[in-house]
Nanobody
Framework: QVQLVESGGGLVQAGGSLRLSCAVS????????MSWFRQAPGKEREFVSG????????YYADSVKGRFTISRDAGTNTVYLQMSSLKPEDTAVYYC???????????????????WGQGTQVTVSS
């Protein structure tokens, strides 16, 4: 497992941008899969975006493709989620998650991830 600390949430108007950060510590991240999930009130936690740390391969949910960008900084062990063209339906608590199983394949299911951050609120007003 790893320790995850998120930051960067807040209130923004529709069409605006936010960048979320997730500081990772606790072990080497080679082979680890880092993802962002979100959970809106009354809804299940859903996959937003993921990155395979070593290869840099990225994945996106259809609902955010073209608007969100995931990246990582190996020097600071930080994962970012740049969110642009935000919509009210993007409002949710956003969680950073890590899959340290090292099997090399990204899973969209929250159950696969063994480490979670505390969550950061993103609110998009119309």
């Amino acid at each position: 497992q790893v320790q995850l600390v998120e930051s960067g949430g807040g209130l923004v108007q529709a069409g605006g941008s936010l960048r979320l950060s997730c500081a990772v510590s606790g072990r080497s991240l080679l082979g680890v899969i880092m993802s962002w999930f979100r959970q809106a009130p009354g809804k299940e936690r859903e996959f937003v975006s993921g990155i395979i740390w070593g290869r840099g391969t990225t994945y996106y949910a259809d609902s955010v493709k073209g608007r969100f960008t995931i990246s990582r900084d190996a020097g600071t062990n930080t994962v970012y989620l740049q969110m642009s063209s935000l919509k009210p339906e993007d409002t949710a608590v956003y969680y950073c998650a890590a899959d340290t199983s090292l099997d090399g394949s990204l899973d969209y299911s929250a159950q696969r991830y063994d480490s979670w951050g505390q969550g950061t609120q993103v609110t998009v007003s119309s």
